[in-house]
């Protein structure tokens, strides 16, 4: 037992090396984004190499905020920065690109183009010069009335209005004041001074007028061979002549018609005086004439010509789009050194 108790253990001794082992990755990160960043740049230098000085600037332009007409352009297919390759080669759409966007709506020679005067608005002119015609005639029947000293009493008995045929013009009964003898198409003297008054004023226009006779409800006895159909075409006759005689001409009465009681001035009381009466009415040109279209085509310069002054402003905006693009100054070059590259 002693002699085993003697035995020593051995004794084991562990160095720890230092120095060496694993050292990460980073530096495989850095090397990749250094790879990356020397392919983008020599992508930049081929870039640079293959575009044309002309290229350059409408890419200058493009970035270029204060830019007029470039850096509105969106970009697409065949507009500066519009997808198309800037080199010769490869899929492009086609091999000239412009420099210059096309000319925007809302310019100068878009908006002459939507205001030429085309065929309605020529129309549309001569109805409102007609219109103010008309009313101004309208202006001198009263002023005439008014300036007569043996008419006036009568203005009461004159309607003067503007209606979808044109200007109306009425001369009516009034209760215990008749235009015409009782049944009878025989005018009073003070109907007949009117009536050539009226016709003194309108004569001056150019329009056709219409002649209507109306009477009341009031008819005659049953059997009649004479009714208010013969009364009222008699009448409005009547008025033709009168009109002739005071120096309108014959060729501007378009018609003469008796309306009997078809057409009340008081529609809820048929036998009121006032609706035997005579209406003159100032016809529209644009209802008698068949050549009013080819008027209206005449009236207005032809749309496909243009005033000297719209020539003139086209040939300045056309002198302005057209113009060739000033070269935009270098801002740096780049040449071939020794191993290295200049930069301004």
Not at 17 to 28: I, L, R, V
Not at 54 to 69: G, L, V
């Amino acid at each position: 037992m002693a002699e085993e108790d003697k035995v020593q253990q051995p004794i084991i001794v562990k160095k720890i090396k230092k120095g060496g082992g694993h050292h990460g990755g980073a530096w495989k990160v850095a090397y990749a984004d250094f790879v990356t960043a020397m392919m983008a740049f020599f992508l930049l230098l081929w870039l640079l190499n293959v575009t044309t000085e002309e290229q350059k600037n409408a890419i200058s332009n493009y970035f270029d905020p204060t830019h007029p007409k470039v850096s509105d352009f969106t970009s697409g297919a065949g507009g500066v920065m519009g997808g198309l390759s800037v080199a010769p080669e490869g899929a492009m759409v086609s091999t000239q690109q412009p420099i210059s966007s096309t000319t925007p709506s809302g310019t100068a020679v878009n908006n002459k183009s939507a205001k030429k005067d085309n065929l309605e608005d020529a129309k549309e002119k001569l109805r409102k010069d007609e219109e103010s015609r008309m009313k101004q005639a309208r202006k001198e029947i009263e002023q005439a009335i008014n300036d007569d000293p043996e008419l006036k009493e009568l203005k009461d008995q004159l309607l003067v209005d503007m209606t979808p045929e044109g200007l109306r013009i009425q001369v009516i009964d009034k209760e215990g004041k008749p235009m015409f003898a009782s049944g009878s198409a025989r005018m009073f003297d003070k109907t007949r001074k009117l009536l050539e008054k009226v016709g003194s004023v309108i004569k001056k226009q150019p329009n056709e007028i219409s002649v209507r006779g109306h009477t009341d409800s009031v008819g005659y006895a049953p059997g009649a061979a004479y009714t208010n159909w013969e009364l009222s075409a008699d009448r409005a006759n009547s008025s033709r002549r009168v009109l002739l005689d005071s120096g309108f001409p014959p060729e501007r009465i378009n018609n003469v018609v008796g309306k009997a009681d078809t057409e009340h001035l008081f529609k809820d009381d048929p036998t009121n005086a006032s609706n035997r009466r005579i209406s003159i009415i100032l016809l529209k040109e644009e209802l008698t004439n068949p050549d009013f279209e080819k008027k209206a085509a005449a009236a207005l310069p032809d749309i496909r010509k243009k005033t000297e002054e719209e020539r003139e402003e086209e040939k300045a905006d056309d002198a302005y789009l057209d113009r060739p693009v000033a070269p935009m100054p270098k801002i740096g070059t780049f040449k071939k050194s020794s191993g290295a590259v200049e930069f301004p």
